[in-house]
């Protein structure tokens, strides 16, 4: 067996046994809780926002319209829904991977593709039963397919997926800043007509989401723990007491400030990067799991491995250490003297990062497809051309 072959087997190995351990560790809780509030709601008419699993404080904390898109687990046992959900996981993460990586070589694929399978965001989506890696692939191949080649359709992606779970909409603002006016209109008007057929359909579940259920962050667990990697979480951890929130508004808004400076001058895949880099940092609470949206900005890292050697081996570096899991040291509270790094290692990489990513390859492998280019779309008077 040679070298090649070999390393693809370890890695193959290690992949599979990561996400059974995954499994195994989480045993898909979060597709218990999606299917036991949907079962609640569809079959025995309760209110589904007033679900919560067993004694615990979580509940369905997702828009309305997501209750029609997972409808079908209301009737269909966990194992069958893990099964499904496991084998959506895995195959959606080969194809966004061939997305970002683009070659017709299909070595490097499938050795990206394991590396992928063992980052810790995408095992731990996989062990909790997440949808985190088919809501990136609705808006990657909106960005990489739709809004760079100038299609009509573009912008449905990132609508649909906003409309099933808010964070995507940060993808909105991309548009808006890059001058994908139509774009943005057709994510807008899909987002919108999304969450209002669900409004028509479900009146009393509208109303209980968009007033009550979206602002308490209890739903989903305490800010403060070690999971939670967004700017919010990080002041969470430090004792700021009653300055927290006012910090993290400032924090918020400067990180929104560079990341708008900078996305303006990026491909597609760069664009894509930023952004996800944005939403991890801005949401109020940004599990591990919901940093799959950091696969582009590896992939971009990687790309410019001899161009800008320091960003990659920060990316190598960070891709490691997460990898073993070390930030779930400090899930019991903080460990000096490294307590400030070990519990936001993905924090301090998404605001580095969002400084340092390069805009555009400047060293894509051999046998790839040339960078995606934003296209300039115009629409009668209107001038949209993006940067």
Not at 358 to 369: C, E, I, K, L
């Amino acid at each position: 067996m040679n070298r090649r072959i070999l390393l693809l087997v370890v890695l193959a190995l290690a992949a599979a046994g990561s996400l059974v351990w995954s499994a195994i560790l989480h045993f898909y809780f979060d597709s218990q809780v999606y299917s036991e509030a949907v079962r609640y709601w569809f079959r025995d008419d309760g209110l589904v926002y007033d679900f919560l699993k067993g004694d615990t404080v979580y509940g369905f904390t997702y828009p309305p319209f997501s209750g029609l898109v997972m409808a079908p687990m209301a009737y269909l046992p966990l194992w069958a829904i893990a099964a499904a959900g496991s084998a959506a996981t895995v195959i959606v993460t080969v194809v966004v991977v061939s997305w970002f990586i683009r070659t017709r070589d299909w070595y490097p694929l499938a050795v990206a593709s394991c590396l992928a399978l063992l980052f810790e965001p995408v095992r731990e989506t996989f062990g909790f039963g997440q949808v985190n890696m088919l809501l990136l692939a609705l808006v990657a191949g909106d960005v990489l397919f739709g809004v760079a080649r100038g299609r009509r359709w573009a912008g449905i992606g990132i609508g649909l997926a906003t409309a099933i779970k808010l964070t995507p909409g940060v993808f909105i603002l991309y548009l808006l800043v890059t001058r994908q006016w139509r774009a943005a209109g057709v994510s807008i008007a899909t987002a919108a007509a999304a969450t209002l057929g669900a409004a028509a359909i479900w009146p009393d579940a509208s109303r209980e989401f968009w007033t009550s259920a979206l602002w308490d962050t209890n739903r989903v667990g305490n800010l403060e723990y070690v999971s939670n990697q967004s700017l919010r979480g990080m002041l969470a951890r430090l004792p700021l007491d009653s300055a927290e929130s006012a910090v993290w508004i400032v924090c918020v808004l400067a990180a929104i400030g560079v990341w708008a400076w900078r996305v303006r001058g990026t491909d597609a895949l760069g664009g894509l990067a930023l952004t996800g880099i944005l939403g991890c940092l801005i949401s109020p609470v940004t599990w591990v799991h919901h940093c799959v949206w950091l696969l582009p900005v590896l992939v971009r890292c990687y790309e410019n491995r001899r161009g800008n050697p320091r960003v990659f081996w920060v990316a190598v570096v960070f891709y490691v250490l997460v990898c073993t899991r070390v930030t779930f040291l400090y899930e019991n509270g903080p460990k000096p003297p490294l307590a400030i790094v070990g519990a936001n290692l993905y924090v301090l990489f998404c605001v580095a990062l969002l400084f340092l990513l390069p805009r555009a390859s400047s060293d894509a492998p051999a046998g790839t497809a040339p960078p995606r280019k934003i296209v300039p779309v115009r629409t009668p008077g209107v001038s949209s051309a993006a940067t």
